[in-house]
């Protein structure tokens, strides 16, 4: 069943075009993911979806009964609404019946028996409606994104910044939408919540876009990318990494086709200007008609060079000691809840480490006592190594004043750069024109961070403390960053919600939960490995009647029924294979006709150009498939 259908949509501001042209469909189950750096449009896109904006050109389509859940990156729900309140927001029968019953529960405190009737009419009906079990499904809903069962009775208005985010996600979710649309849905969310809601996503059984930095998660959970540019969209049969490397293969193909429409135009212009007056005059001037009506292949477009023009590298710095951070009996209590206790650790010169946990466990707060930046009451003792230059990077970005403009933040910093200097720094992190000059109150999220991080690297740094560097970043700016950490000369310790970056830049990782704390060496991605049998407990055995007997044998059924299954599956593996000889064979042809040109039949050129494209997807499908099958038989 078709959820939503978007048909040739096109959109922007006044003379400002955001995208063209964007046509896809989801079917039931289906799940995609918009890419794009940001500013491109993709949340204009979503609320396209969502009706809260109409297109210039185009429509979109679905069924009249379809229910949309839309999570904004921004919302405020009703601050004096409880979160149970705003959890069960949709379901208002399910209120109905619960309003009912507290009225009834109250009432019958006198004893009376029409009183006693009441209530139990009340506790049939709110049973028959399924309230209670739509109540205890939000409940566990909540708890999946951080919070806890005493959580639902508290008013909106207590939650902060973080936790609003995700009541938003639990609340889009509880809804049962026909289709998710899902702005930056990991923001605020722990690794753990995180690999829930792949999870739920992969389960779901509406239609669901998504739009996310967290590269990782878009591999877990959307088998299709759309690349939204501002003249094409990109559409691909494939989740993120994939995606990468077959937009590379198209960008260079596309290069390729420019570069021979090229040299044949300039083949046949030269032809036209030598013969034109000549013996070949006719010839000339039918060429000189055919280049006229030519459609000329423009470059294809990139729209991630730009975002990828980012000079994020770190200065080298001096030297540090050996022992850079030795901490003794570490602990912290925050809203009369205690945090952690009795930790010791000791960070050695060139490590770099992984905070990680569950939201609510101190990962911030034990990064801030490192960093010297802890509260007076704060237990145990930090000391540290000499010759350090420490740089600080806060989530909240709270270093920056909302009244300066950007060149003011840099000079704040660095006061012997004049204006100019800093103009052309901070071009290195994509600021440009005017927009120097405007104040950090007016920045996207996005802009603070890249501003945050360029006031960290204007002075050299041996020690770097980073809590949640990546939040608000397109995915072109984590790359960025990724690969400088990589190559920063110095210590770390990290915060991050951010997989991909943990796993590229960590040594070492500190597990924070229930109060207790683990250290694992080595990468994220080998903790997680030696994390995951403890976390996942083992099915129970299944009860057997006797210790000697003897395992279920096979039926006769079930083996001809796997029979044919094996059977099935070597017949259409060999059809694979001969599928694919034959399409590599016929795409040798046509790739070597390309580079010939067609002597300028130029409607001849684009039809084998748009074959070798049809050409290259099937052959992609086709080698995946046969890769899945032949893996189902090792």
């Known amino acids: ?36 750096p940001n500013g491109q449009g993709k949340s204009s896109l979503l609320r396209i979806l969502a009706g809260e904006l109409q297109p210039d050109e185009g429509r979109v389509l679905m069924p009249k009964a379809t229910r ?25 029968e399910a ?21 006693l009737e009441r209530l139990a009419r009340a506790q049939d009906h709110h049973h028959h409606v399924g309230a209670d079990r739509i109540e205890q499904e939000v409940a566990t809903l909540a708890t999946r994104v951080g919070f806890s069962t005493a959580d639902l009775d508290r008013a909106v208005a207590s939650l902060s910044g973080g936790e609003r985010g995700r009541l938003q996600l639990a609340a889009v979710l509880a809804s049962r939408p026909d289709l998710l649309l899902l702005d930056e849905p990991t923001n605020h969310l722990d690794v753990e919540s995180t690999e829930w809601l792949e999870g739920f996503l992969k389960g779901y059984a509406g239609a669901a876009v998504v739009i996310s930095h967290d590269r990782t998660f878009l591999d877990a959970t959307c088998p299709r990318t759309a690349e939204l540019g501002l003249l094409r969209f990109r559409l691909y049969e494939a989740p993120y990494a994939q995606f990468v490397a077959l937009r590379a293969v198209d960008i260079e193909r ?58 994020m590298r770190f200065a080298p710095g001096r030297r540090s000691g050996d022992v850079v951070i030795e901490g003794t009996g570490l602990g912290a209590v925050r809203g009369g809840r205690r945090l952690f206790e009795g930790l010791d650790l000791r960070l050695k010169r060139l490590e770099r480490l992984a905070i990680v946990g569950p939201n609510g466990t101190g990962k911030s707060t034990l990064l801030k006592r490192l960093a010297g930046r802890g509260e007076a009451d704060d237990e145990g003792d930090v000391r540290l190594g000499t010759n350090l230059d420490a740089g600080y990077f806060d989530q ?33 992190f994509r600021f440009y024109g005017d927009d120097v000059f405007r104040k950090v109150s007016s920045l996207s999220g996005g802009e603070r961070t890249r501003l945050a991080l360029a006031r960290l690297l204007l002075v050299p740094r041996n020690l770097l403390f980073l809590d949640e560097p990546t939040n608000h970043l397109d995915i072109p700016a984590c790359e960025i960053l990724e690969e400088a950490l990589a190559n920063f000369d110095g210590t770390l310790v990290v915060v ?53 007997a003897e395992p279920r044998r096979e039926s006769h059924e079930e083996r001809r029924k796997r029979s044919r299954e094996e059977e099935r599956r070597k017949r259409r593996i060999g059809e694979l294979e001969k599928l694919i000889a034959e399409a590599e064979a016929a795409l040798g042809t046509i790739r070597a006709e390309l580079m010939e040109g067609y002597g300028g039949d130029w409607a001849r050129l684009a039809k084998r150009a748009e074959e070798e494209r049809a050409m290259t997807h099937k052959v992609d499908t086709w080698t995946q498939e046969w890769m899945n099958l032949s893996e189902q038989g090792a």
């Open 496 to 548: 991050s919600h951010d997989r991909a970056v943990l796993d590229h830049v960590a040594t070492r990782v500190l597990y924070l939960h229930d109060g207790a704390m683990e250290f694992y060496p080595g990468t994220y991605s080998e903790f997680v490995a030696r994390r995951r049998p403890a976390r996942t407990a083992p099915a129970p055995a299944a009860p057997v009647a006797a210790a000697s």
């Open 1 to 36: 069943m078709t959820i939503v259908q978007v048909d040739h949509v096109s959109f922007g501001y006044g003379a400002d075009v955001l995208f063209e042209d964007v046509s896809f469909s989801l079917e039931a189950g289906e799940r995609l993911a918009i890419v794009a």
């Open 396 to 428: 909240h970005l709270e270093s920056l004043d909302p009244q300066r403009s950007g060149v003011d933040e840099i000079r704040s910093v660095r006061p012997d750069m004049v204006v100019d200097a800093a103009r052309q720094y901070l071009a290195r």
């Open 254 to 311: 596309e290069k390729r086709e420019v570069e021979l429409q090229r040299a044949e135009i300039a083949k046949t212009e030269d032809f036209i200007r030598r013969n034109l007056a000549g013996q070949k005059t006719a010839q000339a001037k039918s060429r000189r008609r055919m280049l006229e009506k030519l459609v000329r292949v423009e470059r294809p477009e990139d729209i991630w060079a730009d975002a990828r023009e980012l000079g």
């Open 68 to 92: 949309v859940g839309y999570l904004h990156q921004s919302h405020e729900p009703d601050p004096a609404a409880t979160l149970m309140e705003i959890l069960m927001k949709p379901f208002g």
């Open 95 to 115: 209120r109905a019946a619960r309003a009912a019953l507290t009225e009834a529960e109250h009432g019958a405190a006198a004893g009376d028996e029409a009183a």
